[in-house]
């Protein structure tokens, strides 16, 4: 067999390149839904299929396996992590099993894993129904979290203050069970619940690189949300230097515990009053442009570690690397009232700025904007660096104040 070849499920053309770009041939499954320009020729072998329908996919993989030789395994495509793991168990891959990137996708049975460990967390509790909720409020206090078992983009999440505001949260959250017309619920749909106590403090993202069982934290990004939804971020994250090791050595903690020994991973925490807790954790990078923050601000390309790391032809990481002196990144999404897009102004000036790294508002005339109740919501995004975190976050904002994306209302029937 080829030891340089592995196999790439979804996700971003740039991973294909990279991949080839080290020396590495590429068999590229992809959705036949999902397939973007370009992305045929920069792949060596294209199988188009549903990668999430096992029973078509796992035949076709076998066969692929058997003619091409692939012996590793990639996707940072949320949708396609349970097939990676069924591949992995299916040829005997090293990788992540099939039973590890369910514990990272199902939040209760991450809760589970974590209580069975003895390490500190909150209660959770599956539920069905208002009586459910509000006994698990009765039981352990408000506020607390309702949320889809294995939902992603902030969908389908609220947080209850009290007993009075259990039945409206159930009744919103409820309602998106069997919805298709919402973006990726083909891949995300919305079916079993679980209620949590809350967790407080400031929230983070972590970063991180696996092989073989060791964990190296790359990066600590700061996270601005409103409600569930997050609005931003910043590398590197303010924190002491003993904030900054609490974590690196809870992640290292909290990854060995939940079985991940290869393979990159994003987990949320907040720094509680009762010390670093997860929020959830996902066997993949972080999207929002975290990646940008992560090679501007430490210079780490985590999409090359994903496809070159399992070969070896990338240097080992060490547990928690340095961010570049005097360089920081922030990234802010850009926002408009509910409406038709009319006109977006004032992009010109911002791209004209030495500090932009990228822009791209998402919308264009004759787009229309929702509401924002979910990240997938969320218009475009501007990323932009300087010396300092304090200094990214306030010129991120300011040029984010330069964009005006005009809308008029809709009209309804």
Known sequence: MDQSTILIIGGRTEALRKATAL??????????????????????????????????????VRTAHE??????????????????????????????????????????????????????DVAAALVEGTEAVAAFGEEHGYPLILKPVDGVGSRGVARIDGPQEVSA?????????GRTDLEL?????????LVEQYIDGPEYSVEAVSAKGEHAVVAITEKLTEGAVERGHAQPARLTDSQESELVAYIGTFLTVMGLRDGLSHTEVRLSSA??????????????????????????????YAVAGPFGLLPPLPAAPAPRTGVAAATRFLTAEPGEVVEVQGLDEVRAHPGLIGVDPGVAPGDL?????????????????????????????????????????????
């Open 369 to 413: 904007v929702r509401p924002v109740t979910e990240n997938f919501d969320r218009l475009g995004q501007l990323v932009a660096g300087a010396g300092s975190t304090d200094a990214a976050v306030a010129l991120c904002e300011a040029l984010v104040d330069k964009i005006t994306i005009r809308t008029r209302p809709t009209t309804t029937d």
């Open 185 to 193: 619920s083909q891949f995300h749909p919305v079916d079993r619940f």
């Open 67 to 120: 003619v091409y030789g692939f012996t590793r395994v990639m996707s940072l495509s949320e949708p396609a992590l349970e097939t990676v793991g069924r591949i992995n168990d299916l040829l005997g891959l090293e990788g992540t099993s099939h039973e590890v990137v369910r514990r990272f996708r199902d939040k209760l049975e991450m809760r589970r894993v974590l209580a069975s460990a003895g390490l500190p």
């Open 169 to 177: 949260a159930w009744e919103t959250a409820a309602a998106l069970r």
């Open 23 to 60: 020396g590495i041939r590429t068999v590229f499954l992809q959705h036949k839904d999902r397939l973007l320009p370009g992305q045929v020729e920069a792949a060596d072998v294209t199988l188009l299929i549903d990668y999430t329908d096992w029973k078509a996919a796992g035949p076709l």
């Open 275 to 304: 010390g670093p807790r997860v929020i959830e954790s996902h066997d993949r990078v972080g999207g929002g442009r975290i990646m940008d923050l992560t090679r501007h601000v430490h210079g780490i390309d985590l999409e090359e």
